[in-house]
Structure formats: C-alpha cells, structure tokens
C-alpha cells in the first residue's frame, strides 16, 4: 500500500503543470543538474577542509574555529542551492526519485551529515577551543569528521546510482 500510494504521488507530481514545464524543456534537467553539481563540489570542498582540520591533517597553522568560519559559510550558501535544485529534478521525474531507495538512502545521510555539521559549527561557535579543549573531545571530533567524509561519499555514490536502481 505504501509504495502504491508512493507511485500515486509521484503520478500526481509528474502531471502538475510545473513538472510538465520542466519535462518540455531540453535544456531545465541538464542546466539544473549543472548547479547542483556545482553546489555540491563547493559543499564538498569546505566539507573537506574541516573535516581535515578535525582530523589535524591540514590547516593546523589556523584553529578549528577559525576553518569553521571560513567554510562553513560556503555550506551553508550551498545546502539551499542543493534543495532548490534537487526539487526541481524531483519534481521532473519524481518516480525517479522519491519511489528509489538510493535516493531515499541518500536523504537520509544528508539529514545525518547536516545535522553532524551543525553541530560541530554550534560547539565551535560557543567555544572557539571547543575541539582541542581535551583528548575526549579531539577524539571525538576526529570521529565525525571521519562520519562526514564517509557520509558525503555515501550520498555522492547514492547520487548516481539514483540513475541505475
């Protein structure tokens, strides 16, 4: 029942004049998957580099909330060019999307990676020696930032295999 009311929705979504519009286009799918692909090489990036910094594998001339204040805005920008973006496609082939379990897994660890980044924006935000205040902690953020690079490859790879499940 639930996969049939899935199908149902997405039959809905695929009939809307917006989703029409899009389809009738040549040039909306390939142009909007351009900027998302943007978008997520620029999250990537500033993903990477505060992941490496947690990590104490580069940038350890700056503190963790000096890297954090620098690339955390890029995601920040980014993750709504992503969502806008991402609903276009969605909303031109949403049985594509919504129905494939890669593309569910991958919202999923998008939910996951956002809130680990938040959270690791918000303790360095309230204490700037937050991350290196004890072994405890630095452990600790060497195992999300290790969570967030493993995350991130996860939803890339989901990313394209959305096009084959």
Not at 12 to 38: D, F, R
Not at 121 to 131: D, I, T, V
Not at 133 to 162: D, E, H, M, T
Request: glycine content about 4%; charged content about 10%; some cysteine.
């Amino acid at each position: 029942m639930r996969t049939s009311l899935l199908l149902s929705f997405c039959s809905y979504i695929e009939n809307t004049p917006l989703s029409l519009a899009i389809q009738g286009n040549a040039w909306v799918i390939p142009s909007v998957q351009t900027i998302h692909i943007l978008a997520i090489a620029a999250t990537l990036i500033a993903v990477l580099m505060i992941d490496l910094r947690l990590l104490r594998l580069a940038g350890n001339e700056r503190s963790i909330a000096g890297v954090m204040g620098r690339y955390a805005s890029i995601i920040w920008l980014a993750i709504p060019i992503l969502l806008v973006t991402g609903a276009i496609l969605i909303i031109a082939e949403p049985a594509r999307s919504l129905a494939n379990p890669a593309f569910q897994l991958k919202m999923l660890m998008l939910c996951t990676v956002i809130a680990i980044t938040y959270w690791l924006q918000q303790a360095s935000n309230r204490n700037s020696f937050f991350w290196d205040a004890s072994p405890n902690k630095r452990r600790l953020a060497s195992i999300l930032a290790i969570c967030s690079i493993a995350l991130w490859i996860g939803i890339v790879s989901c990313g394209r295999w959305i096009a084959y499940t």
